[in-house]
Nanobody
């Protein structure tokens, strides 16, 4: 059973930065990736960034590429999302998901989820 614990959300001004963390316990062999998603009320969960544990391959949606950086510390089973140059449209609840890196963009294929952390960006 994989358990994911997120931290690091909060309030930032436009142009500011926040860093999210996601610590995983009980990783399974097939869960070779970690991904960050975000969700607004009434909308579907949206892929933001993903990383493979072993090779460090990364993937981003276009709207955050160049502003957000996903990384991982395999020894700590922790993934991070450094968010710079934040915009009001980045406001959402951010979730980390554990699954196969090949399925990183598909929320329905994640094996486990954290409870989410709220990021609010004021203009």
């Amino acid at each position: 059973q994989v358990e994911l614990i997120e931290s690091g959300g909060g309030l930032a001004q436009a142009g500011g930065s926040l860093r999210l963390s996601c610590e995983a316990s009980g990783r399974t062999f097939s869960a070779d990736g970690m991904a960050w998603f975000r969700q607004d009320p009434g909308k579907e969960r949206e892929f933001v960034a993903g990383i493979s544990w072993d090779d460090g391959y990364v993937d981003y949606i276009d709207s955050v590429r160049g502003r957000f950086t996903i990384s991982r510390d395999s020894a700590k089973n922790t993934a991070y999302l450094q968010m710079n140059r934040l915009k009001p449209e980045d406001t959402a609840v951010y979730y980390c998901g554990s699954g196969a890196y090949a399925n990183r963009r598909s929320p329905r294929l994640m094996y486990a989820w954290g409870k989410g952390t709220l990021v609010t960006v004021s203009s």
